[in-house]
């Protein structure tokens, strides 16, 4: 039931373009130009235009999908977002009135804190939308809505598919969004979506270049302490590559905003030590190299995740790169992610570990 691979991990990290594919589908307009939700009955357009903010709660890497919905909503609906984890939502009261649309994000849809969090803020007065991989789970019973990631089982603890399927989703959501409150125009939209169309085919293209990462992954389990950095929406990333790593190769890792490096953490860096950098958001590139610069001074080994046609330029500052095929800025974490996914998977591999089954971690945590 592995399908030839030798772990369910690597078949799930295969399986990412059909999930994408089977998450778009029959959700997008035959001409390409405009998203349709037909699942959202309660939260229609009207409900939608009188939200004056959006709570996503969710834990793990649902809430690092989360942190990217974050900036997905926020830029393309222009209403404000916050995120929180849930097991930290439940307790702070958080202000929740009629006028908040809580998103809860969970492949299982049985995670005990996301579900506490749902019914507080129901018990509040909010609408509810889940994203779940699971129909019929506790919080696709008991939310408003819901949006089903079709990523299918995913068995590896390791959450692969089922966050960048989540990924997909708030895309989806985002433009939706968008289209409702009219702060995009249709060429805009048709342009994400035209976009999001091509993601699978360059997810195969990262794939076929699995053996690069794996040398990188063999020299990096070497090592007992690395760091991720990066700005923005690669700063969101950042996080969910640390944690991957952490979890399955028990290697300890650090993701930092790449600006907040020289308030403390520097202190850390000493020669050797591996720095794991994303460079996809242009904008933000001179800044991020500034700060590599910070560490290469002091003798870190900086690993960098740059844009096609970036590599030349950006390999005269870092000792090695990897390339992703271009696509939109907002859209890069859907294509990022996939090496570091990669990386963990290799690492955990070289050090002999349990890849599908770590140590201390269950697949659904439905305590507390
Ligand atoms: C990490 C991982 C966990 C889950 C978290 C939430 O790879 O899988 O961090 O993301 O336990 O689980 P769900 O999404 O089922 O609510």
């Known amino acids: 039931e592995k399908a030839g691979f030798d772990h369910f ?43 004056n903010r959006v709570h996503i709660v969710a834990c793990g890497t649902a809430m690092h999908a989360g942190m990217v919905g974050k900036t997905i909503i926020e830029q393309l609906a222009r209403v404000p977002v916050e995120t ?17 649309l809580v998103i809860v994000v969970s492949q299982s849809g049985e995670t005990a804190d996301t579900l506490a969090a749902l019914r507080e803020a129901k018990r509040n007065g909010a609408r509810v939308l889940a994203i779940t991989n699971v129909v019929g789970s506790s919080v696709a019973r008991e ?19 089922a966050y960048t399927s989540q990924l997909i989703a708030f895309y989806l959501f985002g433009l939706h969004y968008a ?9 805009f939209v ?41 700005r923005g929406l690669d700063y969101a990333v950042a996080l969910e590559g640390s944690l991957k790593l952490k979890e399955i190769s028990y290697i300890h890792s650090e993701a930092y905003a790449a600006g907040e490096l020289k308030h ?44 096609d046609g970036n590599e030349e330029e950006i390999s005269k500052s870092v000792d090695s790169v990897f390339s992703i095929p271009r696509t939109l800025s907002l859209l890069t974490p859907a294509l990022s992610v996939v090496p570091l996914q990669l990386l963990s998977y290799y690492a955990s591999l070289a050090l002999g570990h349990d ?14």
Request: aromatic share 4%; proline share 4%; charged share 30%.
């Open 9 to 51: 991990m690597l078949k799930e990290i295969h399986e990412q373009p059909k999930a994408y594919r089977d998450t778009m589908r029959g959700r997008v307009s035959e001409d390409g130009k405009s998203v349709s939700l037909s699942e959202l009955t309660t939260i229609t357009p009207e409900e939608l235009r009188k939200f």
């Open 179 to 187: 289209q409702v409150l009219d702060t995009k125009d249709e060429a």
């Open 355 to 368: 890849v599908d089954k770590p140590r201390n971690l269950a697949k659904s945590v439905t305590v507390e």
């Open 190 to 230: 048709s342009g994400v979506l035209a976009a999001m169309d091509s993601l699978p085919e360059q997810v195969e293209k990262i794939l076929s270049q699995a053996e690069v990462i794996k040398k990188i992954a063999e020299s990096i389990s070497r090592h007992s302490n690395l760091f991720f950095i990066g």
């Open 264 to 307: 403390g953490t520097l202190a850390l860096i000493e020669e050797g030590i591996p720095v794991i950098s994303l460079i996809t958001q242009e904008d933000l590139q001179e800044k991020t190299l500034s700060n590599i610069k910070e560490v290469k001074a002091r003798g870190a080994d900086v690993f960098a995740i740059v844009n």
């Open 143 to 161: 939310a408003d809505d819901v949006i089903i990631t079709l990523a299918g089982p995913e068995i590896a603890v390791a959450s692969t598919k």
């Open 84 to 100: 929180d984890v849930a097991s930290e939502y439940r307790y702070r009261s958080p202000i929740i009135t009629p006028e908040t």
